[in-house]
């Protein structure tokens, strides 16, 4: 039944170089677009850089930085975005999409630091990340920032009723928050957990004005809810962090179906195994109804249909990263090797390399579909 | 119908023009052809006899258990072919590439760490549980009893006296189902190895479903040998307490029970060597260009050392665990395994530009 339900479907030996030479006029040509990776990115020196190229691997900026970035967080109007630090930093990058310059560089507040996520709200005028109060470590807070005459300016903070927070998304409103609480204490400059055996993780939906909705959890309190997608319909999918034993089933996929509580998603003990209890990503593919996975400790790219649950790839693809989605499938970064294009629209979906620089490209990617 | 039909038409012309393109632009790239030269004799001539050799030895532990549950064969034999299987199993470390890297195999033959001898309990509530347990459904338990672990603490543990008949029959379906299963598991992979798109041709013809150039490949066997690398040091740190305030751990050793701790980390380390220098120095080491002659040297030299640091433990690890001097000389193993470790971390990654688990080892 298991490979009955799994449909592992790669191209061929040629037709997978071609792809790579083929796919700049290939994008531009079907989709008339050729959107913008936008993502944090070492050099081999261990210097960090906020970048930006086109799928076809003309690179637009590549902008070095003082601290490593995680996530990237685009205003919904104007070719600016935050380029988010990662846990612990305290800086993070207000960059100009057009030619990667510099425009601002955001300090966390005393006794704050970055968790490498935030969101912009849809009017534009408002930014939110997720921050760590150091003087109660782990204690979560989203940190409020007004956007006015091109600068981000600190205006307040709100609680995100959980420890350690990590991403934060909208829900298709525009909003309402919704908070991966990571469950995990950390102090000022360190990554080191501190409560591993009372960690508090969670899923919070969360009013713009700060009000509680919804505090959920799933059944292993070891399990670090992290990353998060939401479809058009307002389906959440998250990823898991198991901090337990090595040897122990994780649901390090979860699912909250519109009106229906926060739960494992439905995952094959095959996969769910091949992911050594690390997700570093999730994206949904609205068009699709598609959610794909990144498992960079266990070198592999999942994609399920959203729906069913059916696996539709299991992928080996050496530490695998960002993940995005693009109109005929998901574009997947790698910290160790080429990036690639899976296409999805037919039954066998077909992987692709990119143009892109190989390796060294951080966690979370996004896309800029100009 | 007619308009897609053309684009697919158009489609296909595109990728021809391209391919001439293709097979210019890879013939003027001798660096990949040498990266694909490499990867496919270490995957030819290192890794696949080391598969082989492992499913041998656990065709023969099989063997050896029903041997020895039907009496045919006594206790001391019965260990002789465990070490061996364990030896072979020690030697694949360096070369986890592929399937039994995946999806929790390499739990299934062996558990380790076992911080609260999970074996030792989990062998006895399933003893009792399943008395009559086949490979089947033993496939199905825990991954803590289906392996080499399990195996060993039946054979090896202090509290199991196997010359009395009832031990025995008690103990001997769980024996012997696990030298099926890991027979059965080790055919498994190396199918996975020989198969059409398997490991083998994945490992020399690119691109391939796996690798889009030689360069990953390259890239990711040496990541497997940096990793075994530091397991190794993992493996001889735990009993030495080198995370527990320097305060010894002889039962957080792999293979105390037999101990065959540090033949293991001697047989792995010899592996890993193996994968550096290739046969005909068509290994890892034949990528370096003349201008990194100093590297290859100080790595041979790193080899060579820890080599004789493990030759000169001349007692048990328990032994050696007990007193002033022993720790001092398995400390000082430690450090040469380190300098060996590293040079492959840092500096030899660097100079063939490959990138090691950027976000597997320090994600968020």
């Known amino acids: ?370 | 119908m007619l308009g897609k039909k053309m684009f697919a038409k158009n489609k296909f012309r595109t990728k021809l023009l391209f391919t001439s393109i293709a097979a210019l632009a890879l013939g003027a790239c001798s660096p990949a052809d040498q990266q694909a030269e490499i990867s496919t004799a270490l995957a030819k001539q290192v890794i696949l006899p080391t598969y082989s050799r492992w499913v041998e030895a656990d065709r023969a532990l099989a063997a050896s258990a029903l041997a020895f549950c039907s009496g045919k064969a006594d206790l001391e034999k019965a260990r002789a072919d465990f070490l061996a299987a364990q030896k072979a199993w020690a030697e694949l470390q360096p070369l986890m590439i592929g399937p039994l890297a995946e999806g929790n195999r390499a739990w299934q033959v062996q558990f380790w760490p076992d911080k609260k001898d999970l074996v030792g309990r989990q062998v006895e509530q399933l003893v009792k549980a399943q008395p009559n347990i086949d490979a089947t459904t033993l496939a199905k338990s825990s991954v803590v009893v289906q392996g080499l672990s399990a195996y060993e603490y039946i054979l090896y543990d202090s509290k199991l006296d196997l010359a009395n008949a009832e031990t025995k029959a008690r103990y001997c379906p769980l024996l012997e189902a696990i030298g099926q299963r890991q027979q059965s598991l080790a055919e498994e992979i190396l199918g996975r190895w020989n198969n059409k798109d398997g490991m083998v041709e994945q490992l020399s013809k690119f691109p391939n479903q796996r690798y889009a150039d030689s360069h990953e490949a390259i890239a990711e066997l040496l990541r497997v040998q940096v990793t075994s690398l530091d397991s190794l040091k993992k493996k001889l740190g735990a009993p030495l307490g080198r995370q527990t305030k320097n305060l010894p751990q002889p039962f957080q050793a792999e293979g105390w029970r037999s101990n065959t701790s540090l033949k293991a980390i001697g047989a792995s380390l010899a592996s890993a060597e193996t994968l550096w220098q290739g046969v005909d120095n068509h290994g890892i080491r034949g990528l370096l260009p003349a201008e990194q002659k100093d590297l290859a040297a100080k790595i041979d030299a790193a080899y060579g050392e820890s080599k004789r640091q493990l030759a000169a433990l001349d007692r048990p690890l328990t032994e050696l665990l007990a007193d002033e001097a022993g720790r001092k000389a398995l400390n000082d193993f430690y450090d040469s395994l380190n300098v060996v470790h590293r040079l492959h971390e840092s500096e030899l990654a660097k100079a063939l530009n490959i990138q090691l688990g950027f976000n597997a080892n320090d994600g968020d």
């Open chain 1, 1 to 370: 039944m298991v490979t009955n339900m799994l449909r592992r479907h790669v191209l061929g030996l040629g037709s997978l170089l071609l792809g790579a030479l083929t796919l700049g006029g290939w994008t531009v040509s079907r989709n008339g677009k050729n959107p913008l990776v936008l993502s944090a990115r070492d050099d081999s020196n261990g210097k960090h850089y906020a970048v930006g190229y086109r799928l076809d691997g003309t690179q637009v900026f590549a902008t070095e930085v003082g601290q490593r970035c995680h996530d990237v967080v685009e205003h919904p109007s104007e070719p600016i975005a935050l380029f988010v630090a990662r846990r612990p930093g305290t800086e993070s990058y207000l960059i100009d999409l057009r030619d990667g310059r510099l425009l601002q560089t955001v300090k966390s507040q005393p006794n704050r630091h970055f968790y490498g996520h935030g969101v912009f709200h849809k009017s534009g005028e408002w930014l939110y990340t997720t921050d760590n109060d150091t003087t109660d470590p782990g204690r979560g807070l989203l940190t409020v920032y007004r956007y006015e005459n091109g600068q981000l300016h600190h205006s307040g903070e709100l609680s995100t009723h959980g420890l350690g927070p990590h991403q934060v998304s909208w829900m298709p409103d525009g909003e309402t928050f919704v908070i991966a609480n990571g469950g995990i204490r950390t102090e000022a400059e360190s990554r080191k957990e501190m409560n591993l055996h009372a960690m508090e993780p969670s899923l919070v939906l969360l009013k713009r004005d700060g009000t509680l909705i919804s505090k959920e959890t799933l059944s292993q309190p070891m399990n670090s809810v992290r990353h998060l997608a939401i479809a058009s319909d307002g389906t959440i999918v998250a990823g898991q962090q198991f901090m337990g034993d090595a040897h122990e089933p994780a649901e390090l996929l979860a699912i909250k179906r519109p009106g229906q509580p926060f739960q494992a998603f439905p995952l094959e003990a095959e996969q769910r195994d091949a992911m050594a209890h690390y997700t570093a990503s999730v994206a949904v593919h609205n068009d699709l109804r598609l959610v794909a996975l990144t498992a960079p400790r266990g070198n592999r790219f999942f994609i399920w249909d959203l729906d069913t649950g059916a696996v539709r790839l299991d992928a080996p693809l050496p530490d695998c990263a960002g993940v995005g989605a693009v109109k005929d499938g998901f574009v997947v970064t790698s910290g160790q090797g080429r990036c690639r294009l899976y296409d999805c629209r037919s039954a066998s979906i077909s992987a692709q390399p990119l143009d892109l620089p190989a390796g060294l490209w951080d966690n979370h990617l996004h896309l800029k579909l100009a």
